[in-house]
């Protein structure tokens, strides 16, 4: 029974944080409802048993996408006004595509729920003995492997065509070179002080700067922008 | 006794003693470790330390607690005033709720699920909300800028941080803290993964925001950063979620590394010394190295910390990740 309750309340809070993404006025406030619906969801994994997918889904969804979100989020400009101009025009085009998924639902739903050969559909339960994480591993590196591999080269293509994206048009990108900054020589030395003598009696004083410096050897390569070593 | 225990006002009241019998400890570890830290940092800088109220300025963290509560709590003009409580409220929960499958002891967690280890990478890297969103409702720019640091930087170091837990995973075969431990009865697993310790401690320092990564705060280009317009129990929460967060990553460190609550030697006068005395003193030492990498090194630059998350730790993670799988797969370590 309380697992009843908690499901219900778990439901109802998703549910009602997903109406708040689309209608709260401020796009900030939709992130962090967001984040909220995704918390209930993985709640909703956890009283169905799937404990390893409501944790990756906190610690995917959660703990990075929607930090990302977030973030970019804040650091739009956006005007609510302009937002808000299309809604009327494209409410029935969301309302059908919502309809449309509404209904897949369903029948997805019912065919696994109530047809004539729902227990042939259903996954085979799994032993008592055999935890939930060591269930998906077998089932994903065995049977689905290729797929998996497959999905984890879709990922790699797209990250690099996000960075070669972003850096096509900066040819001019501050770049630093670490070591050139940490081997570089100064005028600098460590000097031992022995304690109560006074830097003055020991000789060591740096001599007068002459007026033309001389040039610093280990710039790293001249961009004309500094070498970032000093802040 | 058994037939109250087992229904459910039973079982709702045992978990309050339990959860109650594990976060009052760990308010006072709190308390103590904000003094020890002062007291440590004033030994390593030729300073006594806090020495005025009781002996050894023991009573400082009370009179401190004191004094936060008498303050007067302050939300700025402009500020989003719901998230702007919120955001140290939920800084300190976190650091609370993660504590509930932490094992002190052989069974003593008080849940002991089996994908421990995940819960409390997911609660760990739920941490930065609570920033971001106290940056953002703050409506400085101070506390805007602190907050997209902090982002960043713990998105940066969750990465590594992940790859090095799953290696530790490969050893182990099990994502329960309790397995963690036990799979370290014969070496504890700093000595054959020492370099994934390395890079473990320093994403910990990180992770919780502290020198020599303590950027999100920088109080001196960023005033305090993301807590700048904070102030009294509002800031405490804040202060005491910090703390308390140091303590829960020292605490992962010793599950993953240091052998949780078991003695260095299974011989007689240290397996005599009972498992949650081993945990505290570990749990001590890793404390000690945070205040003493806080007095040592400066501040890192921006850029630097994010060269070191991307280019260096990323890197030799996955590297060190491969490496153990094969030795594992080839020398037939591999747990079942």
Known sequence: MIAGLAFYAFAAVLIASAVMVVTSRNPVHSVLYLILAFFNAAALFLIAGAEFLAMILVIVYVGAVAVLFLFVVMMLDIDFVRLRQGFQRYAPIGAVIGGILFLELVFVLGAWQSSGQAPELRLNAMPADVQNTVAIGRVLYTDYVFLFQGAGLVLLVSMIGAIVLTHRDRVQSKRQNIEAQVTR????????????????????????VPEEKPKVIAHDDDHGHGHGGHH | MTDFLNSPIGVLSLTLAQALALLV???????????AERKILGAMQLRKGPNVVGFFGLLQPFADAGKMLMKETIVP?????????????????????AWAV???????????????????????????????????ASNSKYAFLGALRSAAQMVSYEVSMGFVI????????????TDVVLAQKTVWFFIPLFPMFVIFFISTLAETNRAPFDLPEGESELVAGFFVEYSAMTFALFFLGEYANMILMS?????????????PFDVAPLNLVPGPVWFILKVCFCLFVFVWVRATFPRYRYDQLMRLGWKVFLPISLIWLVITAGVLKVAGWLPT
Do not use: H
Not at chain 1, 185 to 208: C, E, F, N, Y
Not at chain 2, 77 to 93: C, E, K
Not at chain 2, 251 to 263: A, C, D, E, R, V
């Open chain 2, 102 to 136: 932490i094992p002190v002891n052989e069974g003593w967690a008080v849940a002991d699920i089996n994908v421990g280890v995940l819960y409390l990478f997911a609660i760990s890297s739920l941490g930065v909300y609570g920033i971001i969103i106290a940056g953002w």
């Open chain 2, 251 to 263: 605490s992962l460190t010793t599950i993953l590394f240091l052998g949780g609550w078991l003695p």
């Open chain 1, 185 to 208: 020589r100064t005028q600098l030395d460590m000097a031992k002080v022995p304690v109560g003598a006074s830097i003055g009696s020991l000789g060591i004083l740096r001599p007068p």
């Open chain 2, 166 to 177: 799953v290696t530790v995973l490969l050893c182990v075969g099990s994502l329960n803290l």
């Open chain 2, 77 to 97: 003009a402009g500020a989003s005033r719901v998230l702007f409580i919120m955001a140290p409220m939920l800084t300190f929960s976190l650091a609370m709720i």
């Open chain 2, 25 to 35: 400890p760990l308010l006072i570890f709190v308390a103590y470790l904000t003094w």
